[in-house]
């Protein structure tokens, strides 16, 4: 089976540009988490999605976040325009409904130059 | 508010050694989850173990095993006989959630076993 997939790995770009990070969670968990980790910091809760929906977006940072999650399968994190304290590792994590663990993807490494 | 503190930044120790990696956390909940995560080089953080705030029972899982103490406030980590396949970053977290939703993570502590 495979696991919480993230794309890209890797991704650097200018400030002021924007980047799409695409996560595919594990098939069936309908809780998708983001997280994201700043150089040298806590790894940071960004938001909830249930299904479609979004359930706790406590966590995103300002307005230049969106994130969506298309019928309830992949979800996309948009970042526009991006700035330098964006970069840091953007995780992704899975799981089912009720008590259960999450499963993390590898995470892509975002660097904002 | 809620905080994890992992005072160990790194640690070293030679294989078969045994290592305690401490976590420390504060919370105003009466209800919590702990948890513990480990992230190996190839990146991806893999789920250890939940424990929940009404659970003090010590768990053992193979080398494994969990210290719960809410009177300090902590969930130590204990990997006895390590091995060169432990080394990883490990991460202690909080929530009020049993799920995955809004996490506090600690900095994380990077083990390295020596052979």
């Known amino acids: 089976e495979a696991g919480v997939t993230q794309f890209p790995s890797h991704s650097v770009i200018e400030k002021g540009q924007t980047v799409t990070l695409r996560c595919d969670p594990i098939?069936?968990?309908?809780?998708l988490y983001w997280y994201r980790r700043v150089m040298g910091k806590e790894i940071k809760f960004l938001l909830h999605f249930v299904k479609e929906s979004k359930q706790d977006e406590s966590g995103m940072p300002n307005n230049r976040f969106l994130a969506e999650r298309t019928g309830g399968t992949y979800s996309t994190l948009k970042v526009q325009p991006a700035e330098l304290e964006d970069s840091g590792v953007y995780f992704c994590?899975?799981?089912?409904?009720?008590?259960?663990?999450?499963?993390f993807g590898q995470g892509t490494r975002l660097t904002v130059v | 508010a809620q905080k994890v503190t992992q005072a160990q930044t790194e640690i070293s120790v030679v294989e078969k050694e045994d290592v305690t990696l401490d976590c420390v956390y504060e919370t105003r909940d009466t209800t919590y989850y702990l948890f513990w995560y480990k992230q190996p080089p190839s990146g991806e953080l893999v789920f250890l173990i939940r424990?929940?705030?009404?659970?003090?029972q010590n768990e053992i899982s193979g080398r494994y095993s969990w210290n719960f103490q809410k009177s300090t406030s902590s969930f130590n980590f204990t990997i006895t006989a390590s091995q060169v396949v432990d080394s990883a970053v490990y991460f202690c977290a909080l929530s009020e959630a049993a799920g995955a939703n809004n996490l506090f993570f600690g900095t994380g502590t990077r083990l390295t076993v020596i052979p």
């Open positions: 994590a899975s799981s089912l409904q009720g008590v259960t663990e999450a499963f």
């Open positions: 098939s069936g968990h309908d809780n």
């Open positions: 424990r929940n705030s009404f659970d003090e």
